[in-house]
Every structure is written in structure tokens, then in C-alpha cells.
């Protein structure tokens, strides 16, 4: 493996373990993954993937290179039994050692967390894999994540950030985030990092070293990123992290009328200097696996690379992006993104005006902006929500949603979509279960109505059973 | 060749049969439906002419081939029978017929369908096959099922689909083990024992084949008194010391015809010996014991919403708990309880074969191992009407989907210091959402209008459990359903 071509046995090796886990997990961390990462692995698994060749940008006030992909410990692999439906599922931790072996060997040197991921186990388990590296080969980046009210207090804000410290075994921070600003508006903001002096102290921390750099990931109310770029003076941010892809780019804001498109605050960062972080880069895997007719447009014109690698060009041909961060939960998608990335093929003219048609291509289609983050987990009352909508995303995308019963496909859809749900959703936690306490609604950072959208896709489940649609 | 063709015709019957109670596809009745419905005693409690003269006018005729042919649990009988065979062959020898025994069983069963008819279910022939078939063997199957569905999951196919497994009877799974283990052991050493003693069909169609048309005779003059038919006779009707067989008990297996070397038993008509009979056939509806009530409110634990922290994982969901039902639920089609209690038989078609998991057999005592229905695992969906499709005793009679939109099987309760809205402050309405009949309205609380609740009109309420269902309060549901004694008209 310390070859700069990794054997073809080797390799068998790793695809072979990679394909496991994939037919096995499917909880927790790594539950709605299966459409996160790469759509095919036909285009991406028969590469030769240079380990020298990652493409680097460079942090304007450290000088620290950073590799353009980083490495996102939301989507973690769990070792799941086979129904794979309980929860508790636990990280496996040696897929994840592996991954992160081949992820360093082949350049990769951010890798990003938070104390919320994966049920409060994503920190830790970065801990583990990191710490057999010495401290300068790679840089953290994790999240102050105080969502919770009774976590608004200066005590209870700090003893997150310590434990951060604490599970990531280092003693100082690459990059820090305020968690998911924006979220619950101004108000909600002042109570999690003004008014409780949390930001104070955290710039202290950054006079301090303990924190090298210090910014925000973005999400949600505009009101929120526009006072904190406003103020920049003041805060001095050394990074911010927005959702940016060639859809949300012009069409963010026409998804959901809550958000805004990724342009403008691409803008705004650039004006005022400030290195990006990427997120999302792919919508939560709806971008690795587009509409049939979308998807095959795409390979027309390179049938060699997978789906997800254009958004991942798209966007690393932004020169301001200091990193993309992406969720890669299988091998495979690692594999896909590095072979993407290593070295980078910027993005032509004329392919950015082929992505803005596939944007709008892809806006027309129902599919619920659901990026599978988890954040709206657990439901209260056991609704798998998550897993609802990929499900119901992946119906759309393979043309299995049916209008009526006249539909040439409708005796093959209905069963799809009956059976397929019933084998990724247990019925107990089904869409029907939901009883519209809106719990999740605050959590949600894509801003979807998600009782709303339940309901919807009960009714449609209802039609579908009783042959009435 | 007769005995080839007995063969079969009997394998055909009981492995079609056999399937129907096992099936996974849920679309085996409407080939197979037929055959359930040619038993003779769900025959009698439809009050199915047709079936029932067929079955007498072909006892009349040939003697008891029903028995060998059409009964499931006969042919059961013989398998078992068979299998013992590979292992000690000739093993039969005549026995005298117990006919006092015979005839009080049959006595004492006619009385208590009358009077108790879920005790004399216990040993109709059926009936019993059936609860062997569904409450043990089902989930067996299904099983294995389940390993195929997995397979199919693996390479994304949709042919099969995982099934729920679960033992429906509860602690009534003795009886269909006890069935099993007697059935078993019995026909194990003496071939038809069980049927040439206990069971009740087998008596009253016994009374018949003494004088029916066409018989097995023993021919005096080729007969080299071997005893080999004697030996090989798994119903012990043969003395081959007299040339006798005993009509009554003789299934007509042609085992015998088969077996003697001197073709000196032949299948034809002869002349009828005399023998008493007795007439008992048709069997009363008459009232049943009323019902024992007693009823406690399920004081229920109720979900706290869990402040969150973290991303991910699944809030732990109880299972649902059944609750004291005052009078049990019914299927829509059974028009009343008492209806249902008088025709059901207990066979367990219904509950093999119900796709929600609703069905499953009662251990009350006044209607043990009779259906009834549940709401833990599903509510009775209201495009269904499988169980009154496939009940081949009319206890739940033939109705249709429209039909079904109007009859009452029960009524909804609610009970109010379970309910979500009321415990915890959380606006609800799940069970007004989903109501299939728009029963239920959400109504504010007197003395606090800010809490809304459901209000229930029980006369628009069909009572088929999707409030109860889908209900978030855990274990026991913040409404359920009662069962109504007498379904609303249709």
C-alpha cells in the first residue's frame, strides 16, 4: 500500500471489503449513503489513482496547503446486522482506519467532523484514525454544534468545544466552525455565540493557537451570513463553509424559497477574501444519480467518469474554494473523488453552460432536496425520515413514480415502491407514523417542510394500496 | 390402478391444500379456494347444500373416499402411516370396531357444536389440519421464505418479499402442537386410528358407507387366506379369517386391491349388509354462551420526545401491546358475534392468509381459537376483503369492497389520559389523519381549547383499528377499538 501503484491484489483487497460493508450497512451514520457517493462503480473502480497528483490550495493566512478534497466524517460505515434497520449501529472503526489510510496516502490532509455526527460518535472515531499519524501531516476541522437549548450556556458551549480536544486526541484545532448558522434566524444565533460570550471566548482561543482558524458553516436564514460578513472586520473570519454545486449555484433559492443561491454567497466571500469550505458538493448523493435521461447526457459527453465527478469539477474550478468536503462512506466514492481530483481537469465554458441546462433539468423533477444529513434524527416518534425520502428520491430518479394507474410502468412501480420501502424502512417507522409535532422542521438546514412532505408521500403510499391514484 | 388413482387424487388435494394454508403469495385461493370449501363440516355450518349432498351421494356411492381422497388431515394420516411403513412393513392386524365409542364422541360433539362449539372444533378433521398447517407450520415456511426474499433484496430483484413472522396463537399454540403429537403418534402405529375413532366426520360418513353402492369384497373363492390385506390394512378393517371388512371403518384406500396377490379383492357393488343407523346431521344454530366481560383500562406509557443532541440514529419504539378488548373485533362479513361464533370452525384460513397481520386465533374461552382481529402489527385496510373471500364456512360471508365501507365491525374508543395532546402538550391528530371513514374530528378540550383531541362519531366508524395502529402513544394506543356484537347492516 506504500507503493505509489497499489497492486491490483491489494486493490481487489480493498474494493472486496468496501463491497461488504456496502451490502451491510445501512443504519446510523451510514444509512443513506448507498446514493451519497458515486452512482456507478463500472467508471470508477478500474483506475489507476496517482497518489502524487492531488490537487492543493493554499490557506492565504497560515500558507498551509490544503488538499481541494476533504475528507467529511458525517457518512460514516456501521457494522450493522443483517436486517440492518435497529438502531445503535457502531462506526467500524477499521473501514474507517482503511479509508483514512488510503485517503492520506493518496493526499488527502483536511478531514472534517462534528460532536453531532453520527450520533455522537464521528469525533472520536477520527480520533482514532488520525492519531497513528503525527500532528502535522493532517488538519481537523470540527464544529461547535450547541443546537440544543439546554446547550446555550457558556459552560455547556465550552465543554463541547473541550471535548472536541479531548476525542480528536490533539491539543489545538485546524479549523473551527460555528455550527449550522442561520438556522432559527438572528435570534437563535445571538443565543448560541453572542450573548452567551462563546464567540468571545473562542476568538480568544484563536489569539491563543488553540484554534488556528476560526469560521462558520452556513445554512439557512440570509440575514444571519450577511451581519456575519458585515462584520468581518470584527470577527476576522479565516474561512466559511456554504453549500455550493452547480445546481444550488442559480437555483438554491428556487428549491426552497428559504435559501439562497450559492452564487451570491460565493460573491460575497470572494470580495471580502475569504477561503471557502464546500459542502454538500453533491446534495447528499442526488447528484451522483441523476434522472435516467439527465444521467445519460452526462456520460454522452464523458462516459469514462461517474456522475458525481462533475459536480466535484464544477466546483473546484472556483478559484476561492480552499476545500470540498465530502461524506465518503465506501470506498468507492473515495476511489471516485480522488481519481476526480488527482489532478484536477477544470471545468470548460462550455461545460459550465452545459451543467446550468442540467440544473435546470434537474429542478424540474419532485425530488426532495434532502441531502440524507441526518439532522432531523432521531424523530421523536420513530419516523425514519431520512431513509423516506431517499427512498422516494430514488423512485423519482428511476422514473418509478406513477401519476396514475394508466401508466405504462404502474404494476412495476407500485411494487417498487411498496416493496422497496418496506425493505428499507421497517413499517413501524414509516411515513404514516408521523404526527406532525414538527420537531424536525428547526433541524432540518435544507429548510424542507418535512411533516408536510410525510404526508405527502403517505398519501401517495395510500393511493398505491388502495388502487385509487 | 384404483389405488394409483386414489393416490393421486389424495396427493393433489392435500398438497394443494396444504399450500393454501401456507401461502405467501396471497393469491392461492382463487385457484384453490374451491377445495377448502368442499370440507364437509365448514360444508354443513355454510349450509351448503350442494357440497353436502356431493359428499353424501359420493360416501353413498363408494364408501368413505372422502376421507382418503379430500380430507387433509386423512391423508395427513397416511403420509405419517406411510413413512412408519418404511420401517416396519405388515404391521396392522384387525381390531374389533369400538362403535359405542364412536357414536358417543360423535354424540357428544353434535351437542357441543351446539351448545360450545369451539371445544368440539378442536377435533373436526379440517379444522384441526388447518391449525397444525397455519399456527405451526406457516411461520416455518414463511422462514424460509424470508431466506429467498433476502436473497432477492441482494440482487435487487422484486419477485419476493420479506413477510413478517410470528406465532399468531400465543399461548394457544398448545393445542396445535397436542393435535400434531396425538395425530402423529396415533397414526404412527395404527394407521387411521384417529379417524376410525374420534373423528366425528369419519363416524357419520362411516354410518353411510355400510350401505354404499360400491365396495371392497373379498372374493371366497380365489382368497388363499394369506392375511396380506389384513396386514396391510391401515384402517384394521379386515379379518381375513372371515372375509369380512368392516364398511364403516374402511376409507377405501385400495390398499388391499393393491396388496392381494391372487386378485381376490375387487372393488364392486354387492349386496349391503344390514346395519343400524342413526340419523344426525344437520346442526342447530343455537345460542352460545354470552360473553364474559371484563375489561381494564391499559394505563399506558407514553413516548417522551427526546431532546436532541446529536444527528442520527432511531428513537426506540416500543411495541404495541394488545388491549383488553371488552368484546372481541370481528371481521367485517361475520354480521355478528354470534353468527361468527356458530359457523366458524377455527380452521385458521383466514388468519394464514391475512395480509395485514390482523387476524389471529382467540384463547377466550367462549370463542377459543376462532379469529379475531388486532391492530399491532396493521389495521384491517379497507381495498381487503381476503378472509370473507376465502372462509369456506360462511362464517365470514363473501362481501365486497364497497360493502365493506359499510359495515361496523366495532367502534373506536378514546381514552384520554393516554392521549399525546392531553399527556405531554403535543398537537397530535394521527388518528383523525388516517381514518378511512373521516370518523374521527379533532375537537378542542373543554377547559383548554388550545389542546385539540379526537372526537369520535361512532356511527360513521367501521372499526378497523388504522386509529388504533397508527397511534404514537406506545404500548397501548391512546384510542382502540371495541368490537361491535352485532355488525352494521349491508
Redesign the interface.
Known amino acids: 500500500m506504500s507503493d505509489n501503484n497499489i497492486s491490483r491484489r491489494e486493490f481487489l483487497k480493498i474494493a472486496g471489503t468496501s463491497a461488504a460493508v456496502t ?1 451491510v450497512a445501512a ?3 451510514g ?1 443513506a449513503v448507498d446514493s451519497t457517493g458515486v452512482g456507478d462503480t463500472s467508471t470508477s473502480v478500474s483506475k489507476n489513482i496517482p497518489t502524487d497528483k492531488m490537487t492543493y490550495r493554499t490557506n492565504p493566512k497560515t500558507g498551509d496547503k490544503i488538499s481541494i478534497l476533504g475528507y467529511g466524517f ?1 457518512r460514516l460505515p456501521t457494522i450493522s446486522n ?1 436486517s440492518a434497520r ?3 449501529d457502531e462506526i467500524d472503526q477499521e473501514t474507517v482506519n482503511k479509508l483514512t489510510d488510503y485517503a492520506i496516502e493518496h493526499g488527502v490532509n483536511l478531514f472534517d467532523t ?7 460518535f464521528s469525533e472520536h472515531a477520527m480520533g482514532i484514525a488520525l492519531s497513528r499519524y503525527p500532528r502535522d501531516k493532517y488538519f481537523v476541522s470540527t464544529k461547535l ?1 450547541n ?2 437549548p ?2 446555550w450556556t457558556f459552560e455547556a458551549s465550552k465543554a463541547i468545544y473541550q471535548k472536541s480536544l479531548k476525542e480528536l486526541q490533539v491539543d489545538y484545532i485546524d479549523y473551527l466552525h460555528l455550527h449550522a448558522v442561520g438556522n432559527g434566524g438572528m435570534e437563535t444565533f445571538s443565543q448560541r455565540y453572542l450573548d452567551n460570550g462563546m464567540l468571545d471566548y473562542l476568538m480568544k482561543e484563536r489569539e491563543a493557537g488553540r484554534i488556528k482558524n476560526l469560521g462558520f458553516s452556513y445554512h439557512g436564514d440570509i440575514k444571519v451570513f450577511d451581519y456575519l460578513i458585515d462584520n468581518h472586520d470584527t470577527y476576522k473570519w479565516d474561512f466559511v463553509m456554504i453549500q455550493m454545486n452547480y445546481v444550488d449555484w442559480h437555483h438554491a433559492n428556487q428549491l426552497n424559497p428559504m435559501n439562497t443561491d450559492a452564487e451570491y454567497l460565493y460573491n460575497r466571500l470572494a470580495e471580502k477574501n475569504i477561503p471557502i469550505f464546500i459542502m454538500e458538493p453533491l446534495l447528499g448523493g442526488r447528484l451522483a444519480k441523476l434522472p435516467n435521461h439527465v444521467q445519460e447526457i452526462l456520460r454522452t459527453r464523458r462516459p469514462e467518469s461517474s456522475i458525481a465527478s462533475w459536480s466535484f469539477r464544477w466546483i473546484a474550478s472556483h478559484p476561492q474554494i480552499l476545500t470540498i468536503l465530502s461524506g465518503m462512506t465506501y470506498m468507492e466514492h473515495l476511489q471516485d473523488n480522488l481519481s476526480t481530483l488527482c489532478p484536477l481537469e477544470e471545468c470548460t465554458d462550455d461545460e459550465n453552460k452545459f451543467l446550468e441546462h442540467v440544473a435546470d433539468e434537474f429542478v424540474q423533477f419532485p425530488l426532495v432536496p434532502c441531502t440524507a ?3 432531523c ?6 419516523v ?1 425520515i431520512p431513509t423516506t425520502f431517499t427512498h422516494y428520491n430514488k423512485c423519482v430518479n428511476e422514473g418509478y413514480i406513477s401519476v396514475s394507474q394508466q401508466d405504462a410502468n404502474y404494476v ?1 412501480a407500485r ?2 415502491f411498496l ?2 420501502y ?2 428499507v424502512v421497517e ?3 414509516q411515513a ?6 414538527r ?1 424536525c422542521v428547526s ?1 432540518c438546514p435544507q429548510n424542507i417542510n418535512i411533516p408536510q412532505k410525510l ?1 405527502d408521500i403517505d398519501d401517495y403510499i395510500e393511493k398505491l ?3 385509487t391514484l | 390402478m384404483l389405488k394409483k388413482i386414489r393416490f393421486w387424487l389424495a396427493l393433489v388435494f392435500w398438497v394443494s391444500i396444504t399450500l393454501l394454508f401456507l401461502d405467501i403469495t396471497k393469491g392461492l385461493h382463487i385457484y384453490l379456494g374451491w377445495m377448502a370449501k368442499l370440507q364437509f363440516l365448514p360444508a354443513i355450518l355454510s349450509i351448503n347444500i350442494g357440497v353436502i349432498l356431493l359428499v353424501l351421494a359420493l360416501t353413498f356411492l363408494f364408501g368413505r373416499l372422502y376421507c382418503s381422497i379430500i380430507c387433509p388431515l386423512g391423508v395427513f394420516q397416511d403420509f405419517v402411516s406411510r413413512i412408519a411403513g418404511r420401517f416396519k412393513k405388515r404391521r396392522f392386524s384387525f381390531k374389533k370396531e369400538n362403535r359405542s365409542v364412536r357414536l358417543y364422541i360423535l354424540g357428544v360433539f353434535v351437542l357441543m357444536m351446539i351448545f360450545f362449539a369451539p371445544i368440539a372444533d378442536l377435533v373436526a378433521p379440517y379444522s384441526a389440519y388447518g391449525r397444525m398447517v397455519s399456527l405451526l407450520f406457516q411461520p416455518i415456511y414463511q422462514w424460509i421464505h424470508n431466506i429467498g426474499a ?1 436473497i432477492a ?2 440482487y435487487d430483484s ?1 419477485a419476493m ?2 413477510l ?1 413472522v410470528w406465532f399468531k396463537a400465543g399461548w394457544a399454540i398448545v393445542v396445535p402442537i397436542v393435535t400434531f403429537i396425538v395425530v402423529t403418534v396415533w397414526s404412527w402405529k395404527t394407521g387411521r386410528g384417529y379417524c376410525n375413532t374420534v373423528c366425528p366426520v369419519g363416524t357419520l360418513l362411516g354410518l353411510i358407507s355400510t350401505k354404499s353402492l360400491f365396495k371392497v369384497n373379498i372374493k371366497d373363492d380365489k382368497c388363499v387366506n394369506c392375511g396380506l390385506c389384513e396386514k396391510n390394512c391401515k384402517a384394521q378393517a379386515i379379518d381375513y379369517k372371515l372375509h369380512k371388512i368392516d364398511y364403516s371403518r374402511c376409507v377405501a384406500c385400495m390398499n388391499c386391491i393393491d396388496v392381494c396377490k391372487k386378485s381376490a379383492i375387487v372393488f364392486s357393488r354387492c349386496k349391503s349388509e344390514k346395519a343400524e343407523s342413526k340419523a344426525t346431521s344437520e346442526v342447530d344454530e343455537s345460542l352460545r354462551k354470552t360473553l364474559a366481560t371484563t375489561a381494564l383500562l391499559a394505563v399506558s406509557s407514553v ?15 416500543e411495541d404495541k401491546k394488545i388491549p383488553n378488548r371488552e368484546i372481541p373485533v370481528k371481521p367485517a362479513g361475520s354480521r355478528s358475534y354470534k353468527h361468527f361464533s356458530n359457523h366458524c370452525t377455527g380452521c385458521q384460513l383466514c388468519v394464514s392468509q391475512c395480509p395485514n397481520g390482523i387476524l389471529r386465533p382467540s384463547t377466550r374461552l367462549d370463542s377459543f381459537l376462532q379469529p379475531e382481529m388486532s391492530f399491532e ?2 389495521y384491517c ?3 381487503c376483503t381476503r378472509c370473507s373471500e376465502v372462509c369456506p364456512t360462511g362464517a365470514i360471508e363473501k362481501i365486497t369492497r364497497e360493502e365493506k365501507t359499510a359495515i361496523r365491525a366495532g367502534h373506536a374508543v378514546w381514552i384520554k389520559q393516554n392521549c ?1 395532546p392531553v399527556t405531554d402538550g ?5 388518528c383523525a ?2 381514518c378511512p371513514s373521516g370518523a374521527i374530528t379533532m375537537v378542542p378540550l373543554v377547559g383548554n381549547p388550545d389542546v385539540k383531541i379526537p372526537s369520535i362519531d361512532s356511527e360513521r366508524c367501521l372499526g378497523c383499528g388504522a386509529c388504533e395502529h ?1 397511534c ?1 402513544v406506545r404500548p397501548f394506543s391512546a384510542i382502540y377499538v371495541e368490537g361491535n356484537l352485532v355488525h352494521g347492516d349491508f
Open positions: 451490502a443504519t446510523g451514520c444509512k458525517m443483517q435497529e438502531s445503535g462534528s460532536p453531532a455526527y453520527c450520533r455522537g454544534s443546537f440544543a439546554q446547550q444529513c441526518q439532522y434524527m432521531p424523530c421523536p416518534y420513530g425514519d412495476e411494487k417498487r416493496i422497496g418496506d425493505r413499517p413501524k417507522r404514516a407514523h408521523c404526527i406532525s409535532c420537531t433541524h404526508h394500496k388502495q388502487g | 433476502s433484496e441482494h422484486y418479499y420479506s413478517d413516548v417522551k420526545a427526546q431532546e436532541k443532541t446529536v444527528d442520527g440514529g432511531l428513537a426506540v419504539i402489527r396493521g385496510r379497507p381495498e399525546l403535543v398537537s397530535c391528530g394521527n389523519s388516517h397508527l404514537p
